[in-house]
């Protein structure tokens, strides 16, 4: 059975960056999208970014110039590179995978 498995949150000051791997453990043949969303408490779940197969992306706005998404196709693996990390970037973020039921997420505490 595919489950993702996610890595790479953790504490980091405002200004920081951090960098977040997922994995679809177990998959075979290409996943089409991929990517990231986030949620806090007492809110939905947000998109933060997603990638296609073919390599076109799609960021939130309160994100774009600031973060990166990129993937290994023949890994099923997406990644985020986080930079100027702000407190309001605190959440815990989810891989997301089509067809893949979600992960367990990641932390990220953006704080001084």
């Known amino acids: 059975q595919v489950r993702l498995v996610e890595s790479g949150g953790g504490l980091v000051q405002p200004g920081g960056s951090l960098r977040l791997s997922c994995v679809a453990a177990?998959?075979?043949?290409?996943?089409?999208?991929m990517g990231w969303y986030r949620q806090t408490p007492g809110k939905e779940r947000e998109l933060v970014a997603r990638?296609?197969?073919?390599?076109?992306?799609r960021y939130a706005d309160s994100v774009k110039g600031r973060f990166t998404i990129s993937r290994e196709n023949n890994r099923n693996a997406v990644y985020l590179q986080m930079n100027s990390l702000n407190p309001e970037d605190t959440a815990i973020y989810y891989c997301?995978?089509?067809?893949?039921?979600w992960g367990q997420g990641t932390q990220v505490t953006v704080s001084s």
């Open positions: 177990g998959s075979f043949g290409r996943i089409n999208a």
């Open positions: 990638i296609i197969d073919g390599g076109s992306t």
């Open positions: 997301y995978a089509e067809g893949v039921k």
